[in-house]
């Protein structure tokens, strides 16, 4: 710096005399006269200082005013000056540091300003990097179920999830004492005494869904506008004990086909190409016997396991089998409670709990982790998008 001009001089003595002094040094001449031609020379500069963001602004501080700075070096070099020229010299310094403090205050806010009506007019825009997310596996299932039977000529249902007893439990055949119209089996929002089908619930399965669908979709002397095939999908609610294999709610995907002649036969074959779609094209399928109010005869199905291929392992029990859902055909009483001519019209149903398919697919072994949003455990499911 300009210090450094004294380099070859150690020490340089004025005299001063009485009445008179020594002529100054020249070479304190020449750093006197290069210090104002730099002070003038960022006098001009701090006028034309730019900065389009908060990054650059302090970019610009560093390089004037810290430390290390521009102006901090020539007040290391203002000690070199002769005493008598200090004052004169040490102002213009002043009055430089001043100007550069208000210019870069005033880029300052200017930056400050403008970011925050950046944000005012896009307040959807996503911070860098944006981070990918996932389906959850709940949802990356349900939608393979759906796609799996729309490619088979079902179409989507949806109903309330607060329904009436009406539809989720009278119109599918239940009766007036089955226990899960106990409040210790389903959770009621309501209840008329004096009429049970006008208690207001959290469904408890979606064949509510079905039995509105039926009563939409039949004229009054009981014929079918169309064939009904229809898969409902949604949550369930149910008043049991939450543990590592049971919730208090759950997701459910229901099937419903009606029409003329259909018989079970039509429900295996629907059900065998369903699982060797969702499992691997070697699956096998069993039907047992079982007993559900909406539906006679009744099935529970199982398939071959996919783990040890129906030999037996840990996973199955050693039996070679896994159970994934119920089905059977329609009773007549729940086609005649939805205005449907039980003589005329025949059908099938069937429902599958989502989490399980899921545990099946991925071997989780603790049902609460699928609503617990703990992102190491989602985060495990990106490449299954």
Known sequence: MLRHALDEEKSIFIWFFPRFALP??????????????KINELL????????????????????????????????????????????????????????????????????????GSEEAIDLTRTPY????????????VTNEIIDIFSRMGFVLADGPEVEDDLHVFTRMNFAADHPARDMQDTFFVSQHPNDVTKNI???????SVQARVMEQMHTEDGKLTGPIRVICPGRVYRNEAITARAHCFFHQVEGLYIDKNVSFTDLKQVLLSFAREMFGADTKIRLRPSYFPFTEPSAEMDISCFICGGEGCGFCKHTGWVEILGCGMVDPNVLEQCGIDS?????????????????????VSD?????ENDTRFLEEFQSAD
């Open 24 to 37: 100054l040094h020249p070479k304190l001449q020449f750093i006197e006269k290069m210090i104002l031609d």
């Open 343 to 363: 003589s005329i019209y025949s059908g099938y149903a069937f429902g599958m709990g989502v989490e399980r398919i899921t545990n099946l697919k991925y071997r």
């Open 201 to 207: 619930l959290l469904r408890s399965h979606t064949s």
């Open 44 to 115: 001009q500069q701090v006028d034309t200082l730019k900065a389009n963001n908060a990054e650059e602004v302090e970019q610009l501080r560093l390089k004037y005013l810290s430390k290390k700075g521009e102006i901090s070096e020539l007040m290391n070099d203002f000690r070199s000056v002769p005493a008598d020229q200090k004052k004169e010299v040490g102002m213009k310094i002043n009055e430089l540091k001043q100007r550069f403090t208000e210019r870069i205050n005033q880029l300052r806010e200017e930056s400050t300003s403008q970011e």
């Open 367 to 371: 049902l609460r982790m699928f609503s």
């Open 129 to 140: 990097p944006v981070q990918l997310g996932t389906r959850h596996p709940l949802t990356i």
